[in-house]
C-alpha cells in the first residue's frame, strides 16, 4: 500500500518560477523526506524533516510538515532547467529505527528554459 | 569511493528462469534495501537487511529472496521469473547511526518475457 499520495503528478513551470508539491500520508511517522530522480537514475536524498519539525529550509529547498492535516509540501524556489526530475516524498512510519521508507507516486517536474 | 553499485544494469528474461541481482557498497553501512519501481507507483520495499546474516521481508516480498553474507552486498534473487517481476530495481544503502539518510545505486532493468 502507499503511505504517500503526491499531487500534482506533473507540474509544468518556467524557469524562475517556483515549484509547490505536495505529499499527504495515512499513519503516524518518525520523519518525512523527500527524495529526487532524474530520468533512468537513481534516487537522491533532498531533505528529511522530523515529525516534531513544521519547516525546514535548504538552499532553495523549503519543506512544511502539517502532522495534523497530515501532510507535506515542497517548494523550490527560482526554478531552474536542471531542476526537471521527479519528487518523491517517503514517510518512516516504523517502530524500529531501519529506515523502511514506504514512497508516495511522485511528481513529475519540468522546467522549460 | 562509488557508493552503491548494481550489477546487471540490464536484463532480460524469460519466464521461469532464475537471476541474481547483485548490491555492493563500500561505504561500511550496516542497512541494505532492494524497492522495485514501477510505472505510476512510488518505490517498494521487498527486502531488506540490518546487517551480516540477517533479511527480513518488506511490502512486496513473495517471488523473491535475498541474501547478505557479506556486509557489503546484498544479492537479490528470483527463483522462477515472471512478466509481473518486470520493474526497474533499485538498491540502497544507509548506516545505523543515521539511518534515515538512504543512499540509492542506479537501478537495474530487467524485462520478464
Known amino acids: 500500500s502507499q503511505q504517500g499520495e503526491e499531487d500534482p503528478q506533473a507540474l509544468s513551470i518556467q524557469e524562475g518560477e517556483n515549484a509547490t508539491m505536495n505529499c499527504s500520508y495515512k499513519t503516524s511517522i518518525n520523519n518525512l523526506q523527500w527524495y529526487r530522480q532524474n530520468s533512468g537514475r537513481g534516487l537522491v536524498h533532498l531533505i528529511l524533516i522530523r515529525s516534531n519539525e513544521r519547516e525546514k529550509h535548504s538552499g532553495r529547498l523549503r519543506v512544511t510538515l502539517d502532522t495534523s492535516k497530515k501532510s507535506s509540501s515542497l517548494l523550490i524556489t527560482a526554478s531552474r532547467a536542471a531542476d526537471t526530475a521527479s519528487y518523491f516524498c517517503a514517510t518512516d512510519a516504523s517502530s524500529s529505527n531501519t529506515g523502511k521508507l514506504i514512497f508516495g507516486q511522485g511528481t513529475t517536474l519540468q522546467v522549460k528554459p | 569511493n562509488a557508493g552503491v553499485t548494481q550489477t546487471p544494469k540490464f536484463r532480460v528474461l524469460k519466464t521461469g528462469q532464475s537471476m541474481t541481482l547483485l548490491c555492493a557498497q563500500d561505504m561500511n553501512h550496516e542497512y541494505m534495501y532492494w524497492y522495485r519501481q514501477d510505472p505510476g507507483m512510488g518505490l517498494r520495499l521487498i527486502h531488506y537487511s540490518v546487517g551480516e546474516g540477517t533479511t527480513a521481508k518488506g511490502e512486496v516480498p513473495d517471488g523473491y529472496n535475498v541474501s547478505r553474507l557479506k556486509k557489503q552486498n546484498f544479492l537479490l534473487g528470483l527463483e522462477s521469473a515472471a512478466p509481473s517481476q518486470t520493474s526497474v530495481y533499485f538498491c540502497?544503502?544507509?548506516?545505523?547511526?543515521?539511518?534515515?539518510?538512504?543512499?540509492f545505486g542506479e537501478g537495474s532493468w530487467l524485462t520478464v518475457v
Open positions: 540502497a544503502s544507509s548506516p545505523r547511526v543515521n539511518w534515515n539518510t538512504i543512499y
